[in-house]
């Protein structure tokens, strides 16, 4: 006991509950969201695999990239589709810390790879000689393994932190899944420290990799503003374009969500928030790289895929 509070060992979600008859016709959007977003990033890894023309450092990150995707969304979407038709919307507190792990874990690696594609096309429009020495294999592979280990690394810690903390009362959690801030709402000491902390990771995992994108998109157009032709300035651009609409599309939710001072937070804004990045957001990312690419498009049409369609 705390106080005159007991303390809890599992959580129950509030969810989508409020909307009642319509949770079965959220279940049916979601899902098909979801095997899209799955099918999509597996058929995106599928042809940059089978594909040579497509064995270059952007297509290996944006490999990378696929597969993160399917992962972030699949660490909330599948539970969230469960307890939309289910009565019991519990979750112990080890699968919570686990989820809430997964979560974190691959959206803190997903910022730090789009810097590191931000840069592929820093080194390969601003430095094309070098590109291949610069870009190399060994070089592509240790960019893509800091990525993961600092999401390892830092959200072990984190989560770590938060769970082992006193949570009391009934165990509600405002949301559909085990986000930072819903689940420290539950907590019966003063957390103030752990949203400090909350807060400089997000300055240094976040907005960080959010600047080194600006600043290396910012000497792109410099050096693609000095090509002569308008062909090349068009052709510079169009290996940037997708990346851009991904990044502007990912940190925008995601800033909006984990940076906004704490009296603006409610339990429906973030929710709503949280469907756009957890489900419709993960879901755009094989549209633009597939619509938008065409080198991507030759390659669906060469793939023995394309005979079944």
């Not at 730090?112 to 594609?117: F, I, K, S």
């Not at 600043?215 to 651009?237: H, N």
């Not at 949280?274 to 957001?281: E, G, S």
Request: aromatic share 12%; proline share 5%.
């Amino acid at each position: 006991m705390i106080g005159n509070q007991s303390l809890c060992t599992k959580f129950t979600f509030v969810a989508f509950s409020a909307l009642g008859e319509l949770q079965p016709v959220l279940f049916v959007v979601f899902l098909a969201i979801y095997l899209f977003t799955v099918g999509g990033n597996l058929l995106i890894i599928y042809l940059i695999w089978v594909t040579p023309a497509l064995h270059t450092p952007m297509y290996f990150f944006l490999m990378n990239l696929s597969f993160l995707e399917m992962c972030y969304t699949t660490s909330v979407v599948p539970q969230m589709l469960v307890h939309l038709l289910a009565e019991n919307k519990t979750i112990s507190m080890g699968g919570c810390a686990a989820q809430m792990y997964a979560f974190t874990l691959f959206g803190l690696t997903e910022c730090c790879l789009l810097a590191v594609m931000a840069y592929d096309r820093f080194v390969a429009i601003c430095y094309p000689l070098h590109y291949t020495l610069l870009m190399g294999p060994r070089v592509c592979l240790k960019l893509a393994g800091a990525c993961w280990t600092a999401g390892v690394v830092v959200e072990s810690a984190h989560t770590a932190w938060i769970f082992t903390m006193p949570f009391c009362g009934t165990g509600e959690i405002q949301h559909f899944f085990c986000d930072i801030l819903p689940v420290l709402r539950l907590v019966c000491v003063d957390t103030s420290q752990n949203e400090l902390v909350m807060f400089v990771l997000s300055l240094i995992f976040f907005v960080g990799p959010c600047l080194l994108i600006l600043y290396s998109y910012m000497r792109i157009l410099l050096a693609i503003l000095k090509i002569p032709s308008a062909a090349g300035k068009g052709k510079a651009f169009s290996t940037c374009s997708s990346h851009i609409l991904v990044v502007s599309i990912f940190y925008g939710t995601a800033l909006a969500t984990y940076l906004q001072p704490k009296t603006a937070h409610s339990p429906e804004t973030e929710k709503a928030t949280a469907v756009m990045y957890t489900v419709v957001t993960p879901a755009l990312n094989p549209l633009i790289y597939t619509l938008r690419n065409k080198e991507v498009k030759e390659a669906f049409q060469r793939s023995p895929l394309r005979q079944m369609v």
